[in-house]
C-alpha cells in the first residue's frame, strides 16, 4: 500500500507542474532517463540498468558497443547513429559523475548452496574452471575500477542474468581482447546464475564509487576503445 | 495451320526476340566510352583532399560501410522491395575491393553502373543520379578511394527473388528507366544555381530518398524531389517542392545552409536517415556549395498545394486520451501548447513535420525517439526519448492524433493500424 502511495504521489507530481528547461546535461539526454530510469538510476523493471555513476570509461564504451554492433539493442543503436564520439563521452561523463543513493538490494530467493558457490565465484574464483574471481579486476568492495571497469553492485539479478549469458553465447561484446567473454565462456549456467543471484543480494558498500586503481595487476586483459582525440575520462 | 506457317510464324517470334535483346542491350550499353585511362602515379596530395570531399558529398561511406565495420569497405545490408542488395568493397584491396579497378573502370561504375567485370549494377546504388558526376570528379573519388588502407573483405553476394536476381530482368529494367547523362549548365541561370543542380541532382543523390519510385522501385522522374517513402525503412523523405512539406521557397538562404550544415534550423530540425545525411555529408559542404545547393534547393519549381480533405474532429474518447498523456510525457518539452523551445525541442505547433498527409515519419519518432546530428554548428543535441516501449499503439495512436490536431493543427488521426504496422515493420 505504501508503493502504491508512493506511485500516485510521483505521478501527480509528474503532472502537474512541468519542470522549467534548463539548458543542462540532464536536460540534453531525457531520450536516455526515458529508460534508464530518472537521472539514470535504473528502472524499476530491472531490464534497463543503472548508469548513474557507472565510470565514464565504461559507459563511453557501451554507447561505442551499441553503436558498432558489439551489443544489440535496437532502440539504443538508433539513438547512438547521429552522434559524435566527443559527444557520447560527453554523455558518459555526465551519468558517471551523478552521485545517487543506491536502493537497498532484493533479499535473494535461491537455495542457500547456490549464494554459497555465487559468493565464492566472486570473491575466490574457481581455480580448477580457469574462472578468476570477479574482485580480481571489479575491485575488493565490487564498486569497479576507473575508467573502464564497471562496479557489479546496484544492478539486478535478472539484468546480470541476461548479460553473463549473453557473453556466454557471444552475443554482446566488447573491444578485443573480450576478457569478459574469456571468463563468460568458462561458467556453467548454474554459475552464472550463482553470480548473479548473490551480486544482485549484495548492499552497496558505505564508499560505493568506483577505485582510482587496483592494488594488483588483473589477470586478464580487456581492450578498451580510444577516448576521442584531446580527451580523457 | 500447316508446317510451313509454323516455321515462318516461329522464325518472326525469334527475330522479334532477337530484335528486342539487341535494343536492350544497346540501351545497356548506350553512352559508353573508355575516356582516358590514369596513369598509376601517385596522386597529389590535393588531389587526394578534394576526392575525399567529394566522397563526403556523395556520402559513399553510409551504404558502403557496415555497422561497426571498416570504413568503406562495403557488406552493409541494403533491404528493398525486392531482396537484400549488399554493398561493395571500396578499398584498394586487389582481391576483394578496387584495387584492380582503374579510373576508367570506376567512371563506368559512376556514369554507366556497370562494374569493372561488365556486370550490370543494382540501382540501389544510385547511379541514375551518380552518372551526372563529371570525369574530373569521378577522378578524384577515384584516387581518394585509392588512397584508402586495402581491407580485405569479400563482397557478400546478394539475396534478391527471382527475377530481380537476374542480369536480363536488370537489363530490362535499364532499358526502360536508366539512360547515362551529363549535367548541363544553363546559362540563364547563375553559377551556384547551376553549382547546386549539379550537386543534389547527381553526388548529393537527393532524388533517391526525396522522390516517389514505382512498383519496380524506378522513379519516373528522378529529378522531380516531390517526397517519397523510403522503402523498408518506413521514414517519409518530404517533397522538397511543397510549402507545406519540406520546400524552402520561402526560407532565407542562410536558413537552409544551416539546415544543411548544422542540421538545425529555425524552421526546422533533421531527424531519422535525414540525420545521418547531414552527420556524414552536407555538415562537411564547403561553405560555397552548401550555398550553391541552398540557391538550387530555394529555386525548385513549387507544386500548387494538394488538396486535403478537411479533418474529422477526433472522438472525444481519443481526445482525452491523447491530451493525458500529452500532459504527462510530451509537455514537459513541447510546451502546453506545443510551443517548444528555441534550439532545443521542436515547436509542434504549425510544424510541417507533424502536419505531413504521410504519418509515417510522426510514428517513427514518437516510438523510436532520436537525436537530431552533432555537428560542429549543433554538436551536443538535445534528445526525444523513445517511447516504443512506454506507450501501446492505442496510446501512441491517441497522443499522435491529438497533437495533429491541436494548437492550429488540423491534419488528422494516426490510427492504432498505422502504428502498429510501423511497430512491426520497423521496430525491435
Not at chain 1, 115 to 144: F, N, S, W, Y
Not at chain 2, 121 to 146: C, G, I, K, Q, W
Not at chain 2, 229 to 236: A, G, H, R, S
Request: hydrophobic share 40%; glycine share 8%.
Amino acid at each position: 500500500m505504501r508503493t502504491l502511495l508512493f506511485c500516485l504521489v510521483l505521478a501527480g507530481g509528474a503532472a502537474a507542474a512541468a519542470p522549467q528547461f534548463e539548458d543542462t546535461m540532464a536536460q540534453r539526454t531525457l531520450a536516455c532517463s526515458a529508460c534508464h530510469g530518472k537521472e539514470g538510476r535504473a528502472a524499476p523493471d530491472g531490464y534497463y540498468p543503472r548508469i548513474a555513476g557507472k565510470p565514464a570509461g565504461y559507459l563511453y564504451n557501451q554507447l561505442l558497443n551499441f553503436r558498432e554492433g558489439r551489443r544489440h539493442y535496437a532502440l539504443m543503436a538508433r539513438l547512438l547513429d547521429a552522434l559524435s564520439e566527443p559527444y557520447m563521452l560527453e554523455i558518459a561523463q555526465h551519468f558517471a559523475s551523478l552521485d545517487l543513493p543506491y536502493p537497498p538490494p532484493r533479499p535473494a530467493s535461491v537455495p542457500q548452496a547456490l549464494l554459497q558457490r555465487g559468493h565464492e565465484l566472486v570473491t575466490q574464483g574457481d581455480a580448477k574452471a580457469k574462472i578468476p574471481a570477479c574482485v580480481q579486476c571489479h575491485g575488493e568492495r565490487l564498486t569497479g575500477v576507473a575508467p573502464n571497469t564497471p562496479g557489479l553492485l546496484g544492478v539486478s539479478r535478472d539484468y546480470l542474468n541476461a548479460q553473463l549469458g549473453a557473453w556466454r553465447t557471444g552475443q554482446r561484446r566488447a573491444q578485443a581482447p573480450d576478457c569478459m567473454a574469456q571468463v563468460a565462456k568458462q561458467l556453467a549456467p548454474d554459475d552464472v546464475a550463482a553470480v548473479a543471484a548473490w551480486l544482485a543480494s549484495q548492499p552497496l558498500p558505505a564508499d560505493p564509487h568506483p577505485i582510482a586503481s587496483l592494488a594488483q595487476r588483473p589477470p586478464l586483459e580487456c581492450g578498451s576503445a580510444h577516448f576521442p582525440t584531446g580527451k580523457a575520462p | 495451320m500447316t508446317a510451313k506457317r509454323i516455321v515462318i510464324a516461329a522464325t518472326a517470334l525469334a527475330a522479334l526476340a532477337a530484335v528486342l535483346v539487341a535494343v536492350v542491350a544497346w540501351l545497356n550499353l548506350r553512352g559508353e566510352s573508355e575516356g582516358p585511362v590514369e596513369a598509376g602515379t601517385a596522386a597529389s596530395a590535393d588531389a587526394v583532399a578534394r576526392g575525399a570531399y567529394l566522397v563526403r558529398v556523395g556520402n559513399c561511406i553510409a551504404c558502403h560501410t557496415e555497422r561497426g565495420g571498416v570504413a568503406f569497405a562495403g557488406g552493409r545490408a541494403i533491404d528493398t522491395p525486392f531482396g537484400v542488395v549488399y554493398s561493395s568493397n571500396l578499398t584498394p584491396d586487389a582481391a576483394t575491393g578496387i584495387g584492380a579497378w582503374s579510373s576508367a573502370d570506376f567512371w563506368r561504375a559512376l556514369h554507366n553502373g556497370r562494374a569493372r567485370d561488365g556486370r550490370l549494377l543494382y540501382p540501389a546504388f544510385p547511379y541514375p543520379n551518380y552518372t551526372l558526376v563529371a570525369r574530373e570528379d569521378s577522378d578524384a573519388m577515384y584516387r581518394y578511394l585509392r588512397s584508402l588502407p586495402a581491407t580485405a573483405r569479400p563482397n557478400t553476394p546478394h539475396r534478391l527473388r527471382w527475377p530481380y536476381s537476374t542480369q536480363s530482368a536488370l537489363a530490362v529494367w535499364r532499358a526502360l528507366y536508366f539512360r547515362p547523362g551529363t549535367q548541363e549548365s544553363d546559362p540563364a541561370k547563375p553559377p551556384e544555381w547551376n553549382r547546386g543542380a549539379y550537386l543534389v541532382r547527381g553526388l548529393g543523390h537527393c532524388s533517391a530518398c526525396h522522390t516517389a519510385r514505382n512498383a519496380l522501385g524506378a522513379s519516373s522522374d528522378m529529378m522531380d524531389l516531390s517526397g517519397g517513402l523510403i522503402p523498408m525503412q518506413n521514414w517519409y523523405a518530404p517533397s522538397l517542392t511543397s510549402r507545406n512539406q519540406a520546400g524552402v521557397a520561402d526560407w532565407e538562404l542562410a536558413q537552409i545552409e544551416a539546415l544543411l550544415l548544422s542540421g538545425l534550423a529555425p524552421r526546422g530540425t533533421v531527424l531519422g536517415p535525414m540525420a545521418e545525411v547531414v552527420l556524414q555529408s552536407t555538415q562537411h559542404l564547403s561553405p560555397g556549395d552548401a550555398h550553391a545547393m541552398a540557391v538550387f534547393l530555394k529555386a525548385l519549381p513549387q507544386a500548387k498545394d494538394e488538396a486535403r480533405a478537411p479533418a474529422l474532429p477526433l472522438a472525444t474518447r481519443v481526445e482525452e486520451r491523447g491530451a493525458k498523456i500529452y500532459e504527462r510525457h510530451c509537455a514537459q518539452c513541447h510546451g502546453d501548447k506545443g510551443e517548444g523551445v528555441a534550439g532545443a525541442y521542436p515547436a509542434l505547433a504549425g510544424n510541417r513535420a507533424v502536419n505531413l498527409p504521410v504519418t509515417a515519419n510522426l510514428v517513427q519518432v514518437v516510438l523510436g525517439g532520436g537525436f537530431p546530428p552533432a555537428t560542429a554548428g549543433n554538436p551536443r543535441p538535445f534528445g526525444m526519448p523513445p517511447y516504443a516501449t512506454i506507450l501501446s499503439d492505442e496510446d501512441a495512436a491517441a497522443v499522435i492524433s491529438h497533437i495533429r490536431m491541436s494548437w492550429g493543427n488540423r491534419s488528422g488521426a494516426v490510427s492504432e493500424l498505422d502504428v502498429a504496422r510501423q511497430r512491426s515493420s520497423t521496430m525491435p
